[in-house]
């Protein structure tokens, strides 16, 4: 028999669609564990299959082609322990099939496009982070990916970004200013009109003043920092790695900006920048390199992209181990009353 937990923290991970969502949750996976984390795709809320989306003319990114009171419904009933019956949304057919059985466990992930959309389903969020890739950088991985594994040509692969481009700027880009975390892939400024996008600035977007969340830092906490690593200590090719640390304004939010431009070429020298981070939430010294390490295979593991994912991923243990001891606090006061 499957006990349900009395606490489910809830974790949401926005943003379009190849932007590196899969790659985050397997590291999510590393965290806490498959059997503590149940993931919901939040594409299962259409509520339009694939043709009458084409007949009604939107897309799937359009909140007309899904059901956000079954969603917020349903993951209010997860937040509270309680078992659902999910719709399935089939991606190879594009229709919407019978729903599952789901019962809940102490981590309950849901991501996709609209997890910070709706503000009843947003406020059911323990921690947010938003997956945003500048628009160069998406087209380029784009072409890469579609050309070569699809078939696709050029101008077949720009004409569905801008397609889906009026109803990703209106229903998913917005969403960023609710998040938690920012993870913000822009092309280089190392390399000056770069075109391959091999190279990427890498930029953790982290809010102020969120009850239980400190940011990490680089050397100094508050202060603007500029740290050029390479030398004795950190193997550097051209064109070599940049770190940057400041406080900034976002949204109208204060924020913290954690940022590296460039590559690594030895992973197991993190260490070296690892040491110099501050509020990493890590358990030991290591513990982040350790983690990179482990999947040097998974995308962006040679970048800020990798490295940020990992310390987002602390951030969220850190907040699922503080939600779940107030709760054993909380109830040893009452035992004790």
Not at 65 to 87: H, R
Not at 315 to 330: F, S
Request: glycine fraction near 8%; hydrophobic fraction near 35%; charge should be negative.
């Amino acid at each position: 028999m499957t006990m349900t937990p009395d606490r489910v923290v809830l974790i949401g991970v926005a943003g379009d669609s190849g932007c590196g969502k899969s790659t985050f949750l397997r590291r999510l996976a590393d965290l806490f564990g498959e059997e503590l984390m149940t993931v919901i795709c939040l594409d299962d809320y259409h509520s339009l299959d694939r043709k009458q989306r084409k007949v009604a003319g939107v897309t799937a990114l359009n909140p007309k082609a899904n059901n956000f009171d079954l969603m917020y419904e349903q993951i209010k009933a997860l937040k509270e322990g309680q078992s659902i019956q999910k719709p399935i949304y089939n991606h190879e057919t594009g229709m919407i099939d019978p729903p599952e059985l789901i019962t809940p466990t102490p981590i309950v992930v849901i991501e996709g496009l609209h997890p910070l959309f709706d503000e009843r389903v947003r406020e059911l969020v323990d921690f947010g982070v938003y997956l945003d890739i500048d628009d160069e950088v998406k087209i380029a991985w784009k072409i890469q990916r579609d050309m070569s594994e699809r078939g696709h040509t050029y101008e077949d692969v720009l004409a569905s970004i801008n397609a889906r481009r009026p109803d990703f700027e209106a229903f998913i880009d917005p969403q960023k200013q609710h998040a938690d975390v920012v993870i913000q892939i822009l092309p280089t400024q190392l390399i000056k009109d770069d075109q391959e996008k091999k190279v990427l600035r890498v930029r953790l977007i982290q809010k102020e003043g969120i009850d239980g969340f400190e940011p990490v830092y680089l050397f100094d906490e508050g202060s603007t920092i500029d740290w050029i690593p390479c030398g004795r200590k950190l193997t550097c090719s051209y064109p070599g790695i940049r770190l940057y640390y400041g406080p900034d304004s976002y949204y109208g939010n204060n924020v913290s900006v954690l940022e590296v431009d460039g590559n690594f070429e030895r992973l197991e020298e993190l260490i070296y920048v690892e040491s110099h981070l501050s509020n990493t939430s890590t358990r030991y010294h290591g513990e982040m390199t350790e983690l990179l390490l482990k999947h040097r295979s998974y995308p962006g593991s040679t970048n800020g992209s990798g490295l940020f994912q990992v310390l987002v991923g602390l951030k969220m243990r850190a907040t699922y181990e503080k939600l779940m001891g107030m709760n054993t606090q909380l109830a040893a006061k009452a035992v004790s009353n």
